[in-house]
């Protein structure tokens, strides 16, 4: 073999194995995403028709838009920035501020995603409202998480990969409700179920929300 | 220091115990397994640690819906084989809803052992009619003692010799729960005093019930591998458990990503306490949603532990191998908190 070659390939390797942290970042990831599939498929119960497989599909879709989004609206934050925030407002504004803003990105995310989706792939939806809401209710949780798990990673090294790691795990809880309620709107009537499952993410959604206001001043602190 | 004494004791303990106390007596099969009505089959039935004898007063017995019909002869082959004459008329078996029969055996040294649903009528009736069944039901159920006279862990269909993993995959999962409310207890306390001493117990708690997770989850994929079929069946549990373990390497993998010791601990901290929040949401919330089913014991309308499993022999192990489990998570974690201090000393 070429020896330069070796050696460049060397380097590389070299390089990844550094900083070990940063390979079990990747790993953990990678298993994530995998773990993600599963459980939007399972919680689904799915092999019942072929919609489940759309539906998993447009999920991830949404859950990795708007994870770009949220770790994009903590990088394009400058040091000297912070520094200025610190002083000016406080912890609390702008934590509430940062997830009004993200939230409602995430929701125009979701909807342009919806609509392009609906189009081009297209699935048979029967209860829209009930689908919509889980849209929204299900942006919500995402932003508060994200924006939480992005926050925590805010200044340290690679914090784009590692907000993914952080946060995926913590959206399983979600997913779980997003698979029966996208379930329940395959069907015309709304049924008890799906309005108890509604209520259910608000209220996680709210309880979420409040241990992000609580917890995010000990972050901010410097 | 006593305690972790006590606890290199309870592990030895549950290490013989577990594996030496021998498996109750029990039914492991019975053929054939089909039979229809009229006419008179030969059972022949496989027993697992049972003492049949012809002096020891072995009873066999067929049950349908709360109705026990008997078998018309015994004949004992050996200690663990009987052949069972048993037929039961149109007339009887008619108006029976359940045509799964239980077989329950009864005898002075192995006490009531039964096979539930073992085998199955066939609608349809056979060719030459025997007539001399009965029509009525004059069974007599007299038995001197239900229970097994000897020292052993409950015979259980499916699981049989496996029920001794009971000692170790469930304690793994209650170390690891145990271990991740101390870690978040001890995040809590930091960001409430600044020490960077609870930061320090909080990472050895998580790390440690990262280990058990693990642990718990490979005894479990074994455990279902015999009793399930595959080692990672669909359930709320094990989706519960594999989320714990990625939180907790997420964690581990955020706390090497940042230098500042103090900036690393407040992160991880407010992280931990913020994961574990949705954790615990997630492991009991979620299971207990509308439609959601599971095979482990007590959910999804499966029998609890407790009320069919856990009979006084397994309890007399199972109990202290929690306790060992739990102060062996503790002493791991201790010895992994005075690590990480010399550690720290050494760098300065």
């Not at chain 1, 805010?154 to 779980?176: D, H, K, V, Y």
């Not at chain 1, 379930?183 to 608000?202: G, H, R, T, V, Y």
Request: proline content about 4%.
């Amino acid at each position: 073999m070429n020896p330069k070659l070796f050696s460049l390939l060397n380097i590389e390797l070299i390089k990844e194995l550094r900083n070990k942290y940063i390979l079990a970042g990747l790993l953990v990831y990678e298993l994530s995403c995998v773990l993600l599939v599963k459980f939007l498929v399972q919680y689904a119960e799915v092999s019942k028709n072929e919609e489940t497989t759309l539906l998993a599909l447009f999920w991830l879709t949404i859950l990795f838009s708007i994870v770009n989004s949220v770790v994009s609206s903590f990088q394009k934050e400058p040091e000297g920035r912070m520094f200025y925030y610190r002083w000016a407002v406080s912890p609390e504004m702008f934590i509430v501020s940062k997830l009004i803003f993200n939230f409602i990105f995430a929701v125009l995310l979701a909807l342009i995603g919806f609509v392009t989706f609906y189009t081009m792939v297209g699935f048979e939806m029967q209860n829209m409202p009930l689908f919509l809401a889980t849209v929204i209710l299900s942006c919500g949780g995402y932003t508060i998480i994200f924006t939480t798990v992005g926050a925590v990673a805010m200044g340290t090294r690679n914090a784009a990969t590692l907000t993914a790691i952080l946060g995926l795990p913590l959206i399983i809880p979600i997913l779980a409700f997003i698979a029966k309620l996208s379930m329940a709107s395959l069907e015309p009537a709304i049924s008890d179920i799906a309005i108890k499952n509604l209520l259910l993410l608000f209220v996680l959604d709210c309880l979420i929300g409040a241990f992000t206001y609580v917890l995010f001043p000990y972050i901010w602190r410097d | 220091m006593w305690w972790k004494w006590l606890c290199a004791a309870l592990l030895v303990y549950i290490l013989l115990a577990g594996m030496l106390i021998p498996m109750g007596s029990g039914i492991s099969s019975v053929q054939p397994y089909v039979f229809k009505a009229d006419t008179v089959f030969t059972f022949s039935v496989k027993g697992v640690n049972t003492n049949f004898s012809a002096q020891s007063n072995t009873q066999v017995w067929f049950k349908a819906e709360q109705k026990y019909f008997c078998a018309s002869k015994i004949e004992v082959v050996d200690a663990e084989h009987l052949n069972v004459q048993f037929g039961i008329s149109k007339a009887l078996s008619e108006p029976l809803k359940d045509n799964n029969y239980d077989i329950i055996v009864n005898n002075d040294k192995d006490g009531t052992i039964a096979l539930r649903e073992g085998v199955t009528l066939l609608p349809g009736s056979v060719a030459v009619v025997d007539s001399t069944l009965p029509t009525t039901n004059s069974c007599v159920v007299e038995v001197d003692n239900n229970k097994s006279a000897a020292f052993a862990f409950p015979f259980r269909e499916i699981l049989y010799e496996s029920i001794r993993n009971t000692f170790y995959h469930v304690p793994m999962w209650f170390t690891m729960l145990f271990l991740i409310l101390l870690s978040t207890y001890f995040s809590v306390r930091y960001l409430q005093t600044n020490n960077l001493q609870n930061d320090l117990l909080a990472a050895a708690f998580g790390s440690v019930a990262l280990v058990f997770g693990i642990l718990g989850i490979v005894t479990g994929m074994i455990w279902a591998t015999y009793t399930w079929g595959e080692p990672w069946p669909n359930d709320p549990k094990l989706n519960g458990a594999a989320i714990g373990i990625m939180i907790y390497l997420a964690y581990i993998i955020l706390r090497g990503s940042v230098d500042d010791e103090i900036k690393r601990a407040r992160i991880a901290s407010v992280y931990s306490i913020f994961a574990a929040v949705i954790f615990i949401l997630f492991i009991f919330v979620v299971p207990r949603l509308p439609g959601t089913d599971s095979l482990h014991p007590g959910n999804g309308g499966n029998p609890a532990f407790s009320k069919y499993d856990l009979d006084s022999h397994l309890r007399m192990v199972f109990y202290p191998a929690v306790i060992a489990w739990i102060l062996l998570g503790l002493w791991v974690s201790g010895i992994l908190v005075r690590i990480n201090l010399l550690k720290e000393k050494h760098k300065k």
